[in-house]
T-cell receptor, first 116, second 114 residues
Framework: DADVTQTPRNRITKTGKRIMLECSQT?????MYWYRQDPGLGLRLIYY???????NKGEISDGYSVSRQAQAKFSLSLESAIPNQTALYFC???????????????FGPGTRLTVT | AQKVTQAQTEISVVEKEDVTLDCVYE???????LFWYKQPPSGELVFLIR????DEQNEISGRYSWNFQKSTSSFNFTITASQVVDSAVYFC???????????WGAGTKLIIKP
């Protein structure tokens, strides 16, 4: 089973709808991230969470909100979707302490979101 | 400000050729970390390597090798005897010591032709 899972994998929604993307991890990592990927722009950070009570805005947080329901779960919401939020969304995790201390991030498979 | 530049948007080579992907970074931090990730056509992001700023030793892993040079702020990635399965988008990224946010380059699309 994958260590970082994302649901749904694909979603088509209409402008103005609220949508939630979910991420779960079994790696036991404390840090979780949401990125979006647009062609030619690489990955851009939307929000990140260092633990359940520590959530921070990233580079492009406008139009998005997040919830860290538990150490293993981090969801991303688009309150009112617009077409330019059409992108590939990735969740990632990393460990800041313990034997798993590392600086690299491990990614979920991505969610392809289309807003029409 | 931190920045990562991958000037090569797309590279196309014939199988078995060697290919080098360039990565140039900017940071004022004395301690930082550099990464390479691979994104194959299936879309997932695969971690390849992490390098610490205080360790300039080059690294080789099979057909992959990485050349880290602080003097030129570069962290280049070479694939020797390329194979079709190496076709992917490769990303270089940078993070600060005290902050684990990754700053990403725009990626280099590598096409290996049979």
């Amino acid at each position: 089973d994958a260590d970082v899972t994302q649901t749904p994998r694909n979603r088509i929604t209409k402008t103005g709808k609220r949508i939630m993307l979910e991420c779960s991890q079994t790696k036991g990592h404390d840090r979780m991230y949401w990125y979006r990927q647009d062609p030619g722009l690489g990955l851009r950070l939307i929000y990140y969470s260092f633990d359940v009570k520590d959530i921070n805005k990233g580079e492009i947080s406008d139009g998005y909100s997040v919830s860290r329901q538990a150490q293993a779960k981090f969801s991303l919401s688009l309150e009112s979707a617009i077409p330019n939020q059409t992108a590939l969304y990735f969740c990632a995790t990393s460990a800041s302490r313990g034997t798993d201390l590392s600086y690299e991030q491990y990614f979920g498979p991505g969610t392809r979101l289309t807003v029409t | 400000a931190q920045k990562v530049t991958q000037a090569q948007t797309e590279i196309s080579v014939v199988e078995k050729e060697d290919v080098t992907l360039d990565c140039v970074y900017e940071t004022r931090d004395t301690t930082y970390y550099l990464f390479w990730y691979k994104q194959p056509p299936s879309g997932e992001l695969v971690f390849l390597i992490r390098r610490n700023s205080f360790d300039e030793q080059n690294e080789i892993s099979g057909r992959y090798s990485w050349n880290f040079q602080k003097s030129t702020s570069s962290f280049n990635f070479t694939i020797t005897a390329s194979q079709v399965v190496d076709s992917a988008v490769y990303f270089c990224a940078l993070s600060k010591d005290s902050n684990y946010q990754l700053i990403w380059g725009a990626g280099t699309k590598l096409i290996i032709k049979p």
